[in-house]
């Protein structure tokens, strides 16, 4: 549910959830403000709450944006630049048409659109990038639950700031869409890992035996991605 409160001249929109937990939780996101609620708590209260906190906001928010301006100075978004995707650099092309379409093909993305500024071509590349990640991490999960041998509830493709995956502890599986930037087998190492843990909800010695039978070289990957190897791309 969206809210709006007025902090003196300040309007602050937020987005309310309201889960089963017992406490409040504020989180600033880069395309908004999430407040985590428990179930039936009161409107007014969660208002004073994000209202308290509208110096915490503000500068949660400064920083998101100089974040991305950094980002926006390293990734020009413009036409021949360089995109990191699976392992390897691809070219973006850019052409004006009077619809949105991606196309990958031969090292090139191919991004068309009636607007092809850089904050345009930005989200749209973003949109492709997390469709081609959805499709691949599909795909690596139909190759191996079969050999696996046990199926995850839900999947989830999101975008996460700290983790590449997670299992929870109803065997639901979250991917972040960024895997797709990296080599496919450090992509391999997150779904073979998370689908591991159907079995292992730990990281103790038989779970990474169980990794081994299916990534004999899960070390390497592992390590990779514990390196900082960091996703250039947000
Ligand atoms: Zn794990």
Known sequence: MLRTVKAGKETIEYELIQTARASLQLR?????????????????????????????IRQARA???????????RFPMTDGMSVPL??????????????????????????????????????QLRDA????????????LAHYIPLIGRRPGRVTIREQRTKWGSCSSKNN?????????????ALDYVVVHELCHLYEFNHSAKFWERMARYQP???VWRDFLRSGWAHPYN
């Open 217 to 219: 070289d899960y070390a």
């Open 173 to 185: 599986l979250n991917f972040n869409w960024k895997l797709i930037m990296a080599p496919p087998e």
């Open 63 to 73: 920083q998101l944006d100089a974040y991305r301006d950094r980002e926006a100075e």
């Open 28 to 56: 600033a996101l880069p395309d908004r403000l999430r407040l985590f609620a428990p179930k039936n708590y009161p409107l007014r209260q969660a208002d004073q709450f994000v209202r308290d906190r509208a110096d915490w």
């Open 129 to 140: 990038l997390i469709e081609r990640a959805r499709a691949r991490i599909e795909q690596r």
């Open 86 to 123: 699976e392992g390897r650099q691809w070219t973006l092309r850019l052409e004006t048409a009077p619809r949105r379409s991606a196309r990958f093909e031969d090292g090139v993305i191919l991004l068309r659109a009636p607007d092809i500024s850089p904050d345009a071509v930005r989200g």
